[in-house]
């Protein structure tokens, strides 16, 4: 008698898939770390995204050792200077790009992420490249006030996403209450983090897009998309048992942005099918199905590089590749950007994957923020306290007397 087997429950209901986001997030903090170190003047750029990624291949193949599930990366390692906004990754076959390095005192902006059997966790981090390694001076000026601007927008974004109600006290009646009312409408959102933006004399990079993240997709079918430019709109409002990838952008500029002249190098497999007619161009999507999945890979990861330049064009043209553009602040001023992979569960919203807190005691701005409603938005908890481990500790205590 044959039993049919269950369908794996692949939401949050399944302790695995949280496991496993949070193993993927570990990884991708780690090499954001490491890689933080490296982004120091006068270093190449492009030596710094091959030593992010051979970082990744290593930490992931540590984990889930002898499981028959996939593993490896769900972004690249880019590093994108000063007035970049999208993730930056050149060639070491492109002598221009390739000889690429980074600038003292520059907003570098660093992205990366590591995927277990499909649950990717991707963290960016906006870091000031010193003079030299170890350097950690006092950021004051105009680069204090964006990174300033950056790590409230993003922590007022983070709130906004919590459903209304969920971390409400008191009576039943009044938790019901609280639960009625309607998450804030994407405009709102918007209207907010501008205002927090302009405390700091700085604009909202348009467009600024976050993506709800499922099982094999970082481009899920819910998003929310901040001062969004001509044509562009969000849709849906984060919900408990969902997974995002929050993005905030800002820009010491007008936050327009304009396409750069810097070749594509950044692309995903889409689910599209089409018959490619040049053997080159079936053999880089045939390495791109097994390396990447759907995830974004970078030209630089593929076997042969030069191989990898011109079989790309037939797979993005027959629409089974996509590319990401590289494109910046349209008056080229510096850009900051973070990225955080996100939890909402019953107990509020729970930083997966994230970029270290900014240290506020070394960035010195005289700007500050005055709104009062923001400011109340600031001080509510992003989760409620379970005390678990003051029970746990209780427990111990009981069991040791």
């Excluded at 399944?14 to 090499?31: C, H, M, R």
Aim: aromatic share 4%; net charge neutral.
């Amino acid at each position: 008698m044959t039993t049919e087997e269950k369908p794996v429950d692949y939401t949050l209901n399944n302790p695995d898939t949280l496991t496993k986001y949070k193993t993927a997030a570990q990884i991708s903090e780690k090499v954001l770390a490491e890689v933080s170190k490296l982004c120091v003047a006068g270093s190449k750029i492009v030596d710094i995204c091959e030593k992010g990624d051979k970082l990744i291949e290593e930490e992931v193949a540590k984990v889930y050792r002898g499981k028959k599930i996939t593993k490896g990366f769900s972004h690249p390692t880019t590093v994108s200077p000063a007035a970049f906004v999208t993730p930056y990754t050149p060639l070491k076959t492109d002598e221009k790009e390739a000889a690429t390095e980074i600038q003292a005192g520059e907003p570098i902006k660093i992205q990366l992420g590591a995927q277990i059997d499909g649950f990717g966790s991707i963290v960016c981090d906006t870091v000031v490249a010193p003079e030299k390694e170890g350097a950690e001076p006092v950021i004051e000026g105009r680069t204090a006030d964006l990174l300033l601007a950056t790590y409230y927008v993003n922590e007022l974004l983070l709130r906004l996403m919590i459903p209304p109600g969920l971390l409400a006290s008191g009576t039943e009646e009044e938790k019901a209450k609280a639960a009625s009312v309607k998450p804030p409408s994407q405009s709102k959102i918007s209207s907010l983090l501008e205002k927090v933006a302009q405390a700091y004399d700085c604009n909202i990079v348009e467009s600024t897009t976050s993506w709800l993240f499922d099982r094999n997709e970082i481009e899920g079918s819910k998003k929310i998309v901040i001062s969004p430019g001509e044509g562009t709109k969000g849709e849906g409002v984060p919900e408990v048992g969902e997974v995002w990838g929050v993005e905030v952008g800002v820009s010491l500029g007008s936050g327009k942005v304009k396409q750069f002249e810097q070749r594509t190098t950044l692309h995903r497999r889409t689910t599209n099918t089409y018959a490619l007619k040049r053997p080159t161009s079936r053999k880089i999507l045939s390495e791109v199905q097994k390396k990447f999945g759907t995830f974004p890979f970078s030209l630089r990861q593929l076997e042969d590089e030069r191989d990898a330049k011109s079989g790309i064009i037939e797979c993005v043209r027959g629409n089974v590749i996509r590319q990401y553009e590289a494109s910046g602040e349209k008056d080229g001023e510096p850009v900051a950007r973070l990225l955080t992979t996100v939890a909402i569960t019953k107990n509020g919203l729970s930083k997966v994957g994230a970029p270290p807190a900014l240290d506020l005691a070394k960035v010195k701005s005289d700007k500050k923020i005055v709104d009062e409603e923001i400011l109340k938005i600031l001080e509510q908890p992003l989760s409620r306290n379970t005390g678990k481990k003051n029970k746990n500790k209780k427990k111990k205590a009981e069991g040791e007397e």
